[in-house]
């Protein structure tokens, strides 16, 4: 009850902190010096009242009335910085959140000391290492993640051309810390003075990761100690840019099937990702190519389970690196019901469906066609192109016992393919257009369970500006589907009244259901009220259970429909 109480009253205590000058004493020798004492956070709710839905046969959990809360705060004096945040999940966190995040307490806390060279941090960091392949601990309240480590880092910048990083931690889990021990070390330099290089700029960097974590298994095949090493490079000349990146990390234990340590099936992991591009005058050109290979690195190897379908897997909880999808991220409502997820660990399902990572890619092309053409109109019209292609690995796989051999190079069974137009022009001043046609191919069967899946996505779009601060969108959409829950319709009206208040309603609609039961209106309607850093958001709806994504990473909601009230705000 205290620690209720405490959370609930400091955002009221927020209020009150403000940025203070302190003086020393001064003398006839010496005069008074200033020192800025300065106070910085901030405080964001997220809660849902779900409610029952007989349409649906939904009923409502045991605590209907679920928040997530947050309240940061950072205090900055000469040259250290200090800062905690509260966090409460009461009575329960939101539905389908980690576990973990259960009732009210410190969430995390640390102190920093920082000059023009070195930059020590105690308590909970944050910290990615190249593109984090190997290691990344960050936070986004979105999907319930937060993989902060908790114990030191040490950056140490001898030049403006050299970074080294070294760090120790175990990393958070809920309101805890993982068993496993992480150590890691980083470099960076820049070359391009060494090369007196003028129009390009070249750098090279270093990883190290090591995970520890002590097994009770007699005679194991792997090490308690598991090393991962990374090296990269990133390459610019005039509009051209090059970047490239190889990862790898020893023999440890692959997971079974009931996700458990298996023994006598030890393999080592790595990936390599390209990116290239151009930019120029109205042409900009942006490929990546990616190849994974058993490299989820679990801070502990064998995930904790909530209840018999669900681990600490489905939250992303206790997972120390990062494999976003690198495919489009989508605005409509329709283009993300089937979203691809990063297939970065050994999964072998069945003997029909076994898995070791995944290879693919994607281009994204843009181009402006100039002002005062055919095409282009008086404003120019401007054109997007992406294309996304994933696979399992090609090679050689066997269920008993458990093995595989992957080839380099080649694609094996298709995961998902997303390709797409969108068309942006404008008409007037005030009139905007948008257009999107996107093909997708959703291999449902590999990637959750089900059919595959073909479908086809149109988005028409149209804003209208009244003012600089008042606007209207609509927005209407369609896919055809041939499988699966077949084909859908949906709408969406925007409206922004000035720069403070807007509001908006939207309907996706399962109509081509085959089970006439379950061809369901998704109906939303909410607004928004904005002043200086805070924000007020309130809606009303549908949640149509699935898979919602940030940055390419997701999470599972569950069908609800309900209530839900968004605040945050900084100081």
Known sequence: MKNKLLFFLLPFAACSLYAQDTETESTEEQPKERQEVRVYGGFESNVQWYLNDKGRNIEQPVNPIRSNNYFLVNYQYSRFTAGFQLEAYESDALLNYNPGFTGAGLGTYYLNYKTGKIDLTAGYFYEQFGSGLLLRAWEDRALGINTALRGGRVQYRPSDNVRLTALFGQQRTGFEVSDGCVYGFDSEFNLSSLFKFEMSDLSVGASYVGRYERVDIPDPNFNELTNAFAGRLSFIHNSFYFSGEYNYMQEDAVLDVQNRINNNFVKPGNAIQLNFGYTGDGLGIDATVRRIENLKILTEREPSFVDATSSSLNFNDKVLNYTPALTKQHHSNLANIYVFQAQAKVDFIDPSIMKAGETGGQIDIFYEIPKETPLGGKYGTKVAVNAASWYNLPGQY????????????????????????????????TLITNF????????????????EVNANIATGEVIYNFDTTKSIRFEAE????????????????????????????????????????KQTHYYNVGGAYRHGATRVAVNYGRQRGGLVCVGGVCRFVPESTGFTLALSTAF
């Not at 016992?401 to 942006?424: H, Q, R, V």
């Not at 969406?492 to 089970?515: F, H, K, M, P, R």
């Open 436 to 451: 999107y046609y996107i093909n997708q191919y959703y291999n449902k069967l590999w990637l959750e369970g089900g059919e």
């Open 478 to 517: 369609h896919m055809w589907a041939d499988a699966d829950m077949k084909n859908w319709a949906g709408g969406t009206v925007e409206v922004n009244l000035n720069d403070t208040y807007s509001v908006y309603v939207w309907d996706i609609y399962n109509y081509g259901n085959d089970d006439s039961n």
């Open 398 to 429: 066997r269920f008993t016992p458990a093995n595989y051999d992957t080839n380099l190079f080649g694609a094996g069974k298709k995961y998902f393919s997303d390709y797409n137009i969108e068309i942006k022009k404008r008409f007037t001043e």
